[in-house]
């Protein structure tokens, strides 16, 4: 009868062995690669929509300051009532 091994091998270590392996090492680096671009992706388009918001506050502000109808202004930058109204510029 062959006597087991009592210590167990760590995790890790089988993840190492697995990493060792060129088909899973370039696996794991691809889907990596992958995670990390939709990440950047998510952080560009959010960038862009915190820009496009600002704007459309920035031209109701100067529309308000105009003192166009906020029916207009709404219309024009599509915010809704409660935004316009949070500007608070009347």
Do not use: F
């Amino acid at each position: 009868m062959k006597k087991k091994n009592s210590t167990p091998t760590p995790k890790n270590t089988i993840s190492l062995q697995l990493l060792r392996q060129p088909n899973v090492a370039r696996d794991a680096t691809e889907e990596l690669k992958n995670a990390l671009m939709k990440t950047a992706k998510q952080l560009e388009l959010k960038r862009l929509l915190e820009g496009y918001r600002s704007g459309k506050l920035e031209v109701a502000r100067s529309l308000l300051k105009m003192q166009l109808l906020h029916e207009t202004i709404l219309q024009a930058t599509g915010l809704t009532e409660e935004e316009l109204d949070r500007i608070g510029v009347h």
